[in-house]
Nanobody
Framework: QVQLVESGGGLVQAGGSLRLSCGASGRTFANYDMGWFRQAPGKEREFVASIRWSDSNTYYTDSVKGRFTISRDNAKNTVYLQMNSLKPEDTAVYYC????????????????????WGQGTQVTVSS
C-alpha cells in the first residue's frame, strides 16, 4: 500500500522560505515520478513541480520558476520542495503525488496521471 506523508508547512512572512518534505512508503520510491500540487481556497488543485524517476529532470509551473526547487533523495524515499521568496499568492494546501506505474514518465502537469496523493500540508504566507 502506497503512502505519502507531507510535512514542513506553516506560517511565514512574504519573502520568507519553507521546505516541504514528502515521505513515501509501500514500494520502490526511486522508480516513480513525483510531483507537488497545491490548492488554494475556492480554486482548483494546480500543478507546482515534478521530478522524473529516470534522470531527475524537473518541471515547474511558471509562477514558481526561479523561486521553488524540487528534489528527491531516493535513499530516504523522500521528495522535497524548497520554497524561497514566498508570496501571499503561494498560500495553499500543498500535496505530493506519484504515478501508479513504475519506470513511467508521466505528463507532469496532468492531475489524472498521478494515482496516489498525500493528505496535504498547509502553507500560509502573510503580507
Amino acid at each position: 500500500q502506497v503512502q505519502l506523508v507531507e510535512s514542513g508547512g506553516g506560517l511565514v512572512q512574504a519573502g520568507g522560505s519553507l521546505r516541504l518534505s514528502c515521505g513515501a512508503s509501500g514500494r520502490t520510491f526511486a522508480n516513480y515520478d513525483m510531483g507537488w500540487f497545491r490548492q488554494a481556497p475556492g480554486k482548483e488543485r494546480e500543478f507546482v513541480a515534478s521530478i522524473r524517476w529516470s534522470d531527475s529532470n524537473t518541471y515547474y509551473t511558471d509562477s514558481v520558476k526561479g523561486r521553488f526547487t524540487i528534489s528527491r533523495d531516493n535513499a530516504k524515499n523522500t521528495v522535497y520542495l524548497q520554497m524561497n521568496s514566498l508570496k501571499p499568492e503561494d498560500t495553499a494546501v500543498y500535496y505530493c503525488a506519484t504515478a501508479s506505474r513504475s519506470y513511467y514518465s508521466l505528463d507532469p502537469h496532468t492531475k489524472s496521471e498521478y494515482a496516489y496523493w498525500g493528505q496535504g500540508t498547509q502553507v500560509t504566507v502573510s503580507s
